[in-house]
């Protein structure tokens, strides 16, 4: 079964407070991606970021960080020092090379509120 | 570059009326998505065509829908009869796919109301 499971459904913090979204996943292949995309209130989904599952190296960029972990089939997504604007909902997204269509599943989301 | 356009960006149809919803995808992109997003049941995929080609439509909730490709630049989502419970956002993906999924970049999405 392919599956992307977000467990948190919403979280609260208060501004400059640190933050990780969880996402874990399943699946049987071996060749993979990873995504994160983020839907901020006025509605578009924003892409952040791609992983193949051959690169286990975290990623960094400016205050987000992901942590890709093959063992416990997670990819969690770490805000820095949180912003109001950081306020969205975060969706992780799994592919598979196997499928050869660029078909992508889609966790539930997780709604993450930021108080200044 | 442009992105996804989406058209329009806002419908409100009274139940019953015919409802379609316009994509151009990304120039160079051969992979196509829609998605109907709401709270009840968050981020749907309904249909996917590759290369112009429909390949699985089985989030298609019924027969009402239909989604037509075309041509590479234009597809369209229709509903006919619309009905209350196909209040939603629709959103239209492209991505570029040569065996490896790429990532979807996405519309701004069609907000749909039936009365």
């Known amino acids: 079964a392919q599956k992307v499971t977000q467990a948190q459904t919403e979280i609260s913090v208060v501004e400059k407070e640190d933050v990780t979204l969880d996402c874990v996943y399943e699946?049987?292949?071996?060749?993979?991606?990873l995504f994160w995309y983020k839907q901020p209130p006025s509605g578009e989904l924003v892409f952040l970021i791609r992983?193949?599952?051959?690169?286990?190296q975290n990623e960094i960029s400016g205050r987000y960080s992901w942590n890709f972990q093959k063992s416990t089939s997670s990819f969690n997504f770490t805000i820095t020092a949180s912003q109001v604007v950081d306020s969205a909902v975060y969706f992780c997204?799994?592919?598979?090379?196997?499928?050869?269509?660029?078909?992508?599943?889609f966790g539930q989301g997780t709604t993450l509120q930021v108080k200044p | 570059d442009a992105g996804v356009i989406q058209s329009p960006r806002h419908e409100v149809t009274e139940m019953g009326q015919e409802v379609t919803l316009r994509c151009k995808p990304i120039?160079?992109?051969?992979?196509l998505f829609w998605y109907r997003q709401t709270m009840m049941r968050g981020l749907e995929l309904l249909i996917y065509?590759?290369?112009?080609?429909?390949?699985?439509d089985s989030g298609m909730p019924e027969d009402r829908f239909s989604a037509k490709m075309p041509n590479a630049s234009f597809s369209t989502l229709k509903i006919q009869p619309s009905e209350p419970r196909d209040s939603a956002v629709y959103f239209c993906?492209?991505?570029?796919?040569?065996?490896?999924?790429?990532?979807?970049?996405f519309g701004p999405g069609t907000r749909l109301t039936v009365l």
């Open positions: 997204a799994l592919g598979h090379s196997s499928s050869n269509t660029g078909k992508l599943i």
């Open positions: 065509f590759n290369n112009n080609v429909p390949i699985d």
């Open positions: 992983r193949n599952s051959f690169d286990e």
């Open positions: 993906a492209s991505s570029r796919t040569s065996g490896d999924p790429d990532t979807q970049y």
């Open positions: 699946t049987r292949d071996t060749t993979y991606y």
């Open positions: 120039s160079g992109h051969n992979s």
